[in-house]
């Protein structure tokens, strides 16, 4: 699977737009992007997921570059309830198993 | 429907002991994965279940045994723990097969090795 990039850490006024980038420009054309979040040590929690196409849902919105190359997690109304670690992978759907690899991730601070 | 359950929640070891991680996921889900997750990093996969009756090496499996015991239940075993093995374990499951395989996560046992 492709290795992806991320900022360290963003913060964001609650009420707010946070955009989260990542990088991953050694991405494959079988490859889809995935996003996770974790809560405070919490499970991780799926976001949204997509491969070239722009994809929103009741959580989030994901833009992928035209070149797929890198993407942009889009939380429209930041809360408070959002502050989290998020994480970008990049893998194949193939295969008998979604085995996921995480990086270190961003970590997202919404503030009042 | 409870999602993914691990029991026990906090354990404290002493180096040499055993124990056993517990793992039941009631989604009627294929694949079942153990991960473990050090301060300040990602987590990583230790094994995973793609089906009943199999397991496979993840990235880091030296130390640990896993047991598919039945279709819900997948467990994590550390026959001699070390403190190299305190961490965070969680455990995740999925439909399986080719397609979205959105996983889902326990609530992770917090594991310390004195």
């Known amino acids: 699977d492709a290795k992806t990039t991320q900022p360290t850490s963003m913060d964001c006024a609650e009420g707010r737009a946070a955009n989260l980038p990542c990088n991953h420009s050694t991405i494959s054309g079988n490859e889809y992007v995935y996003w996770y979040r974790q809560i405070h040590s919490q499970g991780p929690q799926y976001i949204i997921h997509g491969l070239k196409n722009n994809e929103t849902n009741e959580m989030a919105s994901l833009i992928i570059t035209e070149d797929r190359k890198s993407s942009t997690l889009i939380l429209p109304h930041a809360t408070l309830r959002d502050t989290a670690v998020y994480y970008c992978?990049?893998?194949?759907?193939?295969?008998?198993?979604?085995?996921?690899?995480f990086g270190t991730g961003t970590r997202l601070q919404v503030t009042l | 429907n409870a999602g993914v359950t691990q029991t026990p929640k906090f354990q404290v070891l002493k180096t040499g002991q055993s124990m056993t991680l517990q793992c039941a996921q009631d989604m009627n889900h294929n694949s079942m994965y153990w991960y473990r997750q050090d301060p300040g990093m990602g987590l990583r996969l230790i094994y995973y279940?793609?089906?009943?009756?199999?397991?496979d090496k993840g990235e880091v499996p030296n130390g640990y045994n896993v047991s598919r015991l039945n279709k819900r239940e997948f467990s994590l075993r550390l026959e001699s723990a070390a403190p190299s093995q305190t961490s965070v374990y969680f455990c995740?499951?999925?439909?399986?097969?080719?397609?979205?395989?959105?996983?889902?996560f326990g609530p992770g046992t917090r594991l310390t090795v004195l």
């Open positions: 995740a499951s999925s439909e399986g097969g080719a397609g979205r395989n959105e996983q889902f």
């Open positions: 992978i990049v893998r194949a759907l193939t295969g008998t198993a979604s085995k996921l690899t």
């Open positions: 279940s793609a089906s009943e009756g199999t397991t």
